[in-house]
Every structure is written in C-alpha cells, then in structure tokens.
C-alpha cells in the first residue's frame, strides 16, 4: 500500500513563494511518472507539472517561468517550488505517481494566494 503525503502548503501575499513536497511512504515502489495537478473550486483537475524518473518534466504554460519541479529518488519525494504565485494560483494541489503497480493520489493540500 502506497501513500503519498503532502506538505507546504499556506496562505501568501501575491509574488510570494511557496515549496511543496510529496513524500512516498507505506511501500517501496519506484515511480516512473510523478506530477503536481490542481483544482480550484467548480474547476476540474489540471496537470501544472511532471517529471520523469529519467528527469525530463514539463510544465504547464500558465507556470513556466515561475514553478520549478524536482524529484529526489532516493528519498522518494517530489518537489514543487512556487515562486512568483499569483491569485489564480489559488487551488488545492495534488501530488500524483505512477509505478509498475499502480497509479497513485495524494490528499491533496491548499494553496491560497491572497492579499
């Protein structure tokens, strides 16, 4: 049994900075795939950022420039760091992976930018 365990998330004045992590525990799995979705209310389900196991990521275009995403394999965590947040950053996000076993969702945490 995965689970995926979020931190970092919090209230900020706009330009602010927020650093997110998402943290494999339960299981030993190696992801292949782990990405940073968000959802604002009444809003679906949108990938912001990815990376594979290999490095390559991608970003969504409404963040490039301002978000970066990492991983650290070894301690099997993802990272998101936020610069520059802007209101409609607003939303709660979520952590996602995907390994040989099984795709897999974090509880999400709530991001607001808010002066």
């Known amino acids: 049994q995965v689970q995926l365990v979020e931190s970092g998330g919090g209230l900020v004045q706009p330009g602010g900075s927020l650093r997110l992590s998402c943290a494999a525990s339960?299981?030993?799995?190696?992801?292949?795939?782990m990405g940073w979705y968000r959802q604002a209310p009444g809003k679906q389900r949108d990938l912001v950022a990815s990376?594979?196991?290999?490095?390559?990521?991608n970003l969504a275009d409404s963040v490039k420039g301002r978000f970066t995403i990492s991983r650290d394999n070894a301690k099997n965590t993802m990272y998101l760091q936020m610069n520059g947040l802007k209101p409609e950053d607003t939303a709660v996000y979520y952590c996602?992976?995907?390994?040989?076993?099984?795709?897999?969702w974090g509880q999400g945490t709530q991001v607001t930018v808010s002066s």
């Open positions: 996602n992976a995907h390994a040989t076993i099984g795709i897999y």
């Open positions: 339960g299981s030993i799995v190696s992801f292949y795939y």
């Open positions: 990376i594979y196991s290999g490095g390559t990521t």
